[in-house]
């Protein structure tokens, strides 16, 4: 007898499951698709604001590569590992640079890796784009990290 198809239990048009703090659980996936269908998934406020995060680390470095691990987009440079990483938090998107340490200036907010600094992007509060857009620019050209 031949080997039947397993359905999955979930409909073909079911939202993403958000685990806790609001994050999209999405598949792994490596490229463009699978970073869009994380941003997709991003709850309220949040989608919008993935949406122009993308756009300006495009912009600062054309050709970026990119990831979703650990239900989190990643950014990086091919052969020179990933600079960047976003994930959702219930009150605020927090992104990661994970070189952050040798940025100028620092980004604000620490880490308890040596080296990584972050940025929390809160709903209602100013957003520096010509300050993250040199963030990127800086960290793109730094070693990334191995994942």
Known sequence: ???????SSKPANAEPKLLSGGNPQIAKGYG????????????????EVGQRLDA???RAVPGVHKAVKWNSPFYGVEGEGWFLGIHCF?????????RGQSLD???????????????HIHEDEAFDE???????????QLPGERM
């Open 130 to 140: 010509a300050q993250f857009s040199a963030w990127v620019k800086q960290a793109s």
């Open 1 to 7: 007898m031949a080997k039947t198809e397993r359905k």
């Open 56 to 58: 300006l680390i495009e």
């Open 105 to 119: 200036p620092v980004p604000p907010v620490a880490s308890k890796s040596r080296d990584t600094r972050y940025v």
């Open 90 to 98: 219930t009150k605020y998107i927090k992104v990661a640079f994970f």
């Open 32 to 47: 463009d698709a699978s970073v869009q269908a994380y941003i997709e998934a991003m709850p309220g406020w949040k989608r």
